[in-house]
């Protein structure tokens, strides 16, 4: 690789390294940030919301079947006018419409007769399956519960019912009533808050069966068929809020819990971090490509000045920087080359030693602004009448060198005599300087035993018998 190309090599690399460092670090900076914000603000906080939702949908009907447990009209009802079961079902619909719960029910203890809004509907036998939860209702001490149960008086889906117990003054149970929400209801309620926040919220008993869950994500029935909660079952299902971190597979999860005394159920919200962190991860995407992009910008940038300067410095390095052709060390590889080649080829090859006539003179007349116009124009001449498998340098000062590369003597002879000609009757040279410039030459064709060295030689020394001789000539040797 050339050392150009190592440059720009190592400066990608460099940049790359740098570009990815910097985007790494920020994206862990980042999401560090976003866990610590999930763990400490958007958690709690989202917990309270639906912890205050929930105290609308689903606490409130729990504190109006408190009330109409409590509700004397109801108890002096069940005592004394259970046979007028239109003013029931009024009181019924009234409390159904102004809550706007799906159902409100009251069963009574003595006839056991279940009325609703739409008065009496049956006559529960505790040997009925569908009636089941009436008798073991009243088998334990709690006052109310939540029961989720089918009823086909009402809906053929599944209903949560918040069922209270009602005592008379002396403490005997005298009813049971209640409210009804429809479960798709409450799912649909659960699914907002899946959709809204990113949590994903259950409510389990003490027993840790799952009361209310999203249907369509929640299939287990108890924390005890949750493997990774399991063992967190004790923390879950006491009364103190905490937090919990989980692993599932190759996924995180966060637990928030939080105890609900009205429904007497444990609240879980669980986060996905993935799904709070996936920002962080566009954004690192996002910045890598960014960072990338730049860094190729740059590196095609450095790619390209350092190719422009380098081409500079081969130019400026194998060339005459005032007359623009070949200089004398470049001129002497590729004759080297050409001599190597006629070792094989035997192929005619010829050398023209050209030198300006009295240029010293002219420099000093003229100055050297005028003698630098004269040396670009002859360079000019010379290297317009060769052809481009010859060779054209300047040797130093006001003299050149030619080869002739495939040319015989007669031909070299031929092309040197036009050079001297089109020289001497220029007519720019003349618009430069008033008087005639002309040029002697020295020309030789290379033997077999010539070196480098020698063929330059005889190629100046041939040149300068043509100065002695008079100059603006061609001399041969």
């Known amino acids: 690789m050339k050392s150009k190309y190592k440059v720009v090599f190592f400066i990608t690399i460099l940049l790359v390294i740098l570009s990815l460092s910097i985007s790494t670090v920020n994206y862990y900076v980042s999401l560090e940030s976003a866990q610590k914000h999930l763990k400490n603000q958007s958690l709690p906080l989202s917990l309270d919301n639906i912890y205050s939702d929930i105290q609308k949908h689903i606490i409130q009907p729990y504190l109006v079947s408190s009330m109409m447990a409590n509700d004397t009209f109801l108890q002096d009802w069940l005592v004394n006018e259970e046979h007028n079961v239109n003013k029931i079902s009024r009181y019924l619909e009234n409390i159904k419409n102004k809550y706007h719960m799906f159902n409100a029910f009251l069963v009574s203890e003595k ?22 939860w009436y008798y073991n209702f009243l088998s334990t001490e709690k006052k109310h519960e939540i029961n989720l149960d089918f009823n086909k008086y009402l809906s053929n889906n599944l209903i949560m019912f918040i069922n209270y117990k009602i005592l008379d003054k002396d403490l005997n149970l005298i009813g049971v009533t209640g ?10 309620l659960l699914k907002k808050f899946r959709k809204k926040h990113n949590f994903i919220v259950t409510f389990y008993n003490s027993q840790g069966d799952v009361v209310l869950a999203e249907r369509e994500i929640t299939k287990e029935k108890n924390i005890n068929e949750i493997v990774e909660l399991k063992k967190y079952k004790d923390l879950i299902l006491s009364k103190k809020s905490v937090l919990l971190e989980y692993s599932k597979g190759l996924e995180q999860y966060i637990l928030n819990t939080k105890y609900i005394p009205e429904l007497d159920l444990y609240l879980t919200v669980k986060a996905n971090l993935e799904d709070f962190t996936y920002d962080v991860k566009k954004i690192l ?6 960072s990338l ?3 190729f910008i740059i590196a ?23 007359t623009n052709v070949s200089n004398r060390r470049d001129f002497e590889e590729k004759l080297n080359y050409h001599l190597n080649i006629f070792k094989r080829r035997k192929n005619d090859i010829s050398l023209v030693f050209i030198d300006i006539d009295n240029f010293k003179d002219l420099n000093d007349k003229y100055g050297h602004e005028i003698g630098d116009r004269v040396l670009k124009r002859v360079a000019e001449i010379l290297k317009s009448e060769i052809r481009k498998t010859d060779l054209l340098a300047r040797w130093g000062g006001e003299e050149f ?44 064709l290379l033997e077999e035993s010539d070196s480098l060295e020698k063929l330059i030689a005889r190629a100046d020394e041939a040149m300068y018998k043509a100065k002695d001789n008079g100059k603006n000539q061609v001399c041969i040797l």
């Open 300 to 322: 095609t940038i450095i790619y390209f000045i350092i190719k422009n300067y380098s081409n500079k410095l081969e130019f400026l390095s194998n060339n005459d920087a005032l």
């Open 293 to 295: 992009l730049i860094t």
């Open 285 to 290: 995407f996002f910045n890598l490509f960014v």
């Open 111 to 132: 006839t056991k007769k279940y009325y609703t809004q739409n008065g009496f509907l049956e006559v529960l036998n505790k040997n009925k399956a569908s009636n089941k």
């Open 401 to 444: 060198i030619i080869t002739l590369v495939d040319s015989n003597l007669e031909s070299s002879k031929k092309i040197t005599e036009k050079l001297r000609v089109l020289i001497q009757t220029d007519i720019k040279l003349k618009e430069i300087i008033s008087q005639e410039i002309s040029a002697s030459f020295g020309l030789t």
């Open 179 to 188: 409210l009804a929400l429809k479960i798709s209801y409450i799912d649909d």
